[in-house]
């Protein structure tokens, strides 16, 4: 039973770790409040809208920062929210709300089924970021000229 559980703690330690990756390579410098929006590319061919991406990051600590993720729908109008939490020492992100569905993730740790929760829903969760941030990464368009300070 532990070594199952040590398994479902590594592999969502995997996926922090990831993420932690991805939204460095989005975002320069994750210590600072920010926003910024830009745009990934339907794959519709009845469609040609873009979806918008807006990203908000909170400094809450020297050690740890909020960032708000809304991608709006052009279709539905519809718009998929995620709340992060970026923990800089440690170099991780966590999954903290998941469109509005959960006050706090936080809330649930210890839990085999708790207000309708599976056992792996914050394991599912942050597959899900590390998945959405690897095709921000990858397919995103900026919406405004924009050349890093790094470079």
Not at 22 to 37: A, G, M, Q, R, Y
Not at 43 to 69: A, G, P, R
Not at 105 to 132: A, H, M, P, V, Y
Request: with cysteine; net charge positive; proline share 2%.
């Amino acid at each position: 039973m532990y070594k199952q559980e040590y398994k479902k703690l590594k592999e969502l330690q995997f996926f922090q770790a990831t993420n932690f990756l991805l939204v460095s390579k989005l975002i320069s410098n994750t210590k600072e409040d920010k926003n910024f929006i830009f745009k990934l590319p339907m794959l519709d061919d009845q469609n040609k809208d873009d979806y918008e991406v807006n990203f908000k990051l909170k400094k809450m600590s020297d050690y740890t920062s909020n960032l708000e993720v809304l991608m709006k729908s052009p279709i539905d109008k519809k718009t998929l929210k995620l709340n992060l939490r970026i923990y800089h020492e440690a170099k991780l992100v966590e999954v903290t709300r998941f469109q509005n569905f959960h006050v706090s993730l936080l809330e649930i740790f210890q839990t085999s089924l708790k207000f309708g929760f599976l056992k792996d829903e914050r394991l599912q969760w942050n597959s899900f970021t590390k998945e959405f941030l690897n095709l921000c990464v990858e397919e995103g368009q900026s919406i405004e000229t924009f050349i890093p300070t790094w470079l």
